[in-house]
């Protein structure tokens, strides 16, 4: 790997880190030594690139720094082209129009000797083998309640036709297959539920705030959604009923 491509991986690294990283793990991730690292380091460092820590003690790249945009590698471009591929797809209609436009301006603004990873990218994402069932709510909606941290009122059908109101926080929506899935947490059982979005009959986007911050009310659902895949796995072990 040339130098100017180890510097500005090793920026990378460090935006994509959600704590400080050693330069070991560093080291490990561009299959250089350690040593190495530390040079380059103290070079961004003399750059004026914000990069704070010391050796031992791992570092942190600060908030608000950047480089211009679009500087892609061919991975990037393909793995973004490939993304964008699954969700116009697959997402709803304002997410698929979003994806469409979003492979040309990456083909625009990437430079020339690059574009074939976005006109003829080795991989492509398989279309979906039927139409998803159709939305009853607006997704775009949806998710500017998620970002606004608002509350939901639903009408949703279950799977045995049985209607039921409910008031929900809404956390995110899991895309799949042919589904889509709103999670939220469920005033009626006071618990995170999954809400298929074709089932719900009708949908009130109310101005009302939940009481907590949408980015505790997310990391709390991801506690809990760890803990119980750890209990599946432990009733899926062999000795588990012993």
Not at 12 to 41: C, F, H, M, N
Not at 65 to 78: G, K, Q, S, Y
Not at 119 to 142: F, H
Not at 173 to 193: D, K, N, P, Q, S
């Amino acid at each position: 790997m040339r130098r100017a491509d180890r510097l500005f991986q090793i920026i990378q690294i460090l935006r994509r880190a959600r704590g400080p990283i050693t330069a070991d793990a560093i080291a490990e991730e561009l299959e250089t030594s350690k040593r190495t690292v530390y040079r380059d380091i103290a070079t961004l460092m003399g750059q004026r690139v914000p990069i704070r820590g010391e050796a031992g003690m791992g570092y942190v790249l600060d908030q608000g720094f950047d480089l211009p945009p679009l500087m892609l590698t061919p991975d990037e471009i393909e793995a973004a082209v490939l993304g964008a591929q699954w969700v116009a797809s697959r997402g709803d209609p304002s997410l698929a129009r979003a994806a469409q436009d979003l492979i040309a301006k990456i083909g625009a603004s990437v430079p020339e000797r690059l574009r074939p990873y976005v006109l003829e990218p080795a991989g492509r994402a398989v279309p979906a083998w039927r139409a998803g069932a159709p939305d009853q709510l607006d997704m775009a909606q949806v998710r500017a309640a998620i970002h606004g941290g608002r509350k939901l009122s639903l009408r949703y059908r279950d799977e045995q036709e049985r209607q039921t109101e409910r008031v929900i926080w809404p956390v995110t929506v899991g895309y799949h297959e042919t589904v889509r899935i709103l999670v939220g947490w469920c005033e009626l059982r006071a618990a995170f539920r999954n809400f298929r979005t074709d089932r719900v009959v009708a949908c009130d986007f109310l101005d009302e705030r939940y009481p907590e911050r949408p980015a505790l009310l997310r990391a709390r659902w991801r506690v809990e959604r760890e803990a119980e895949g750890r209990r599946h796995l432990e009733k899926m072990r062999p000795d588990a009923s012993v």
